[in-house]
Structure formats: C-alpha cells, structure tokens
C-alpha cells in the first residue's frame, strides 16, 4: 500500500522519514489513490532529536495529484496540485512573522504556487497555528477532516486525548484521484521525524452526493488565504536592512554628538576640581 523514498527507514512500530542527521530527505506514498469526495486523515506522529535551541526543518502530509517526487518543501516537490500540510519546526526564520515554532500550515495549489521557506509560506497559505508538538515525551496527533469543502484541522500534542482545533476553513476545492503521503528533510539542522501510523476515513455525507459533478476533475483551489506578512532578508544581524531617513540620521548623529560633548564637559569639570584640590593641598 505504500511506496517509500529517500533516507526512509521503516521499523516495527514507526516509519522514520529522517534520522537526526543533517542533509536527509524521506518519504512514504500510498500506492492506492483516494476515490471518495469526503475524507478524514488521521496521524500519529513524533519530532525529537538533539537539538535544544537550533532544530529543523520540519516535515508535511500531502494530499497531490501526483507521487513520489521529491523537492525543496520538506521533502517533497514544490509548485505541487493538491494539499500541502506543513509541520515547520525550523524557528531561526528571516523577517518578522507574527507567530511562533513549531507552526503548521496549510496550503492549497493547483501547480502554480511557490512555498517560501523564508516567509513561512505564509503568503500562500489558507491557515495556520502555533503548535509546539516537537520533543514531547508521548506520541502527537493531528486530524485532516475534508468534509463539504470544508477542511479542518485538529491536533493532539499534549497526551490528554483532547482535540483542540488548529484552523478550519470553509470553500476549499480538492478533487477525488489524489494521493496521501508524507515527507521531511533535514538540512545543516536535523531532527528525527517519525510516522507511527496513518488512517484514512471515508466519511458518508448527509443525503446523496450530486452525480452531476465529476470530483475528480475538479481544479483545488481556495477562496481564502491568510494575509500576507512582509519578509525581510536577515542573514547578517537585525540592522543589515534597515533604512534610515535623513531625519533619521540627522536625528542619531545629533544625540551621538550630544553625548560625546557631554562626555568631555563632564570630564574637564572633574579634571578642573581635581586640579583645585590638590593645589589645596600644599597651601
């Protein structure tokens, strides 16, 4: 049922996609393609490793047309048809970013559109959230639920058997015909990304499904996206690039200059009394 790639390593009780190596990529893909409009995809799955401060990258589920190809997003190719959920662990990201790490997102493409690792992809998702699932001592999950264009995600992370919903996001688009898998990559950090299991549910809707649709050509797609965030490249220190005004300058130039005369009134004053005083002395 399912095909694996890469650097994949398959266990008795767990799929490990990477080892807590750097420069790894693996991947599993089911075989058999999906053939029910409704669906909900459930994953039990574990991120640990070394690392205490630096970590990465992170690892997706997909939802695609097409299979087995790897790529630069977490494993897997970009510019990709279908479903994209990403598991992003990698928190020494360029550019403000009004969120935390770990932090999954959702992206939905149609073959046209670029994840931008330096921004999150977060000018291309639907919806995300903070969800710190990475080292805990018990096994996390997460919950895809599409369900009359409506696509819902839960997670478990904290092994109180508690779903708490991460987004949910009416009038998406996604065709029968896809294919489920999962991927992830390490790079100069590493982590290891485990997959325990995935179960894959048919969900039977309210009354009858319309014949007069074929699902499988529909076109993914979704009316909402989350607004952009600006990226701001920062490779070299917080100040690297930023620009300054002329007022600006004048500004800081003007209180440096200020202080250093300060700096040297307050230095002759001290320098003039003490002088005074040791003159004293000898009187």
Avoid at 36 to 46: G, I, R, T
Avoid at 58 to 66: I, P, Q, S, V
Avoid at 109 to 120: K, L, S, V
Wanted: aromatic share 14%; with cysteine; hydrophobic share 35%.
């Amino acid at each position: 049922m399912w095909d694996i790639q890469g650097n994949t390593m398959v266990t008795n009780t767990y799929v490990r996609l990477t080892p807590d190596k750097q420069s790894k990529r693996g991947a599993i893909w089911n075989k058999v393609s999906n053939r029910c409009p409704n669906w909900e995809l459930h994953v039990q799955f574990k991120v640990h490793g070394q690392g205490r401060t630096l970590f990465g990258d992170g690892f997706a589920l997909w939802y695609t047309k097409d299979r087995m190809k790897p790529g630069d997003v977490f494993g897997a190719a970009d510019y990709h048809t279908g479903l994209g959920l990403f598991f992003d662990t990698y928190s020494n990201h360029n550019g403000p970013h009004n969120h935390q790490h770990p932090y999954i997102s959702g992206q939905i493409n149609n073959g046209t559109q670029h994840y931008d690792h330096d921004r999150d992809g977060t000018h291309t998702e639907v919806a995300g959230c903070h969800a710190p699932f990475r080292n805990r001592p018990h096994d996390t999950h997460v919950a895809v639920r599409y369900y009359k264009q409506r696509l819902t995600v839960m997670i478990d992370i904290d092994g109180q058997n508690n779903w708490k919903e991460c987004f949910d996001v009416d009038r998406i688009k996604l065709p029968t015909g896809y294919y489920f898998g999962a991927s992830a990559t390490t790079g100069d950090l590493a982590d290891n990304h485990d997959i325990i299991s995935i179960k894959v549910y048919d969900l039977t809707v309210e009354g009858e499904l319309d014949e007069s649709v074929d699902y499988a050509e529909i076109s993914p797609s979704a009316d909402f996206f989350s607004p952009p965030r600006d990226h701001i490249d920062d490779p070299q220190g917080a100040f690297k690039n930023i620009t300054l005004s002329w007022k600006k300058m004048f500004l800081i130039t003007f209180c440096v200059l200020l202080g250093a005369l300060i700096c040297v009134i307050v230095g002759f004053v001290v320098f003039r009394k003490k002088q005074d005083y040791n003159k004293k002395r000898f009187y």
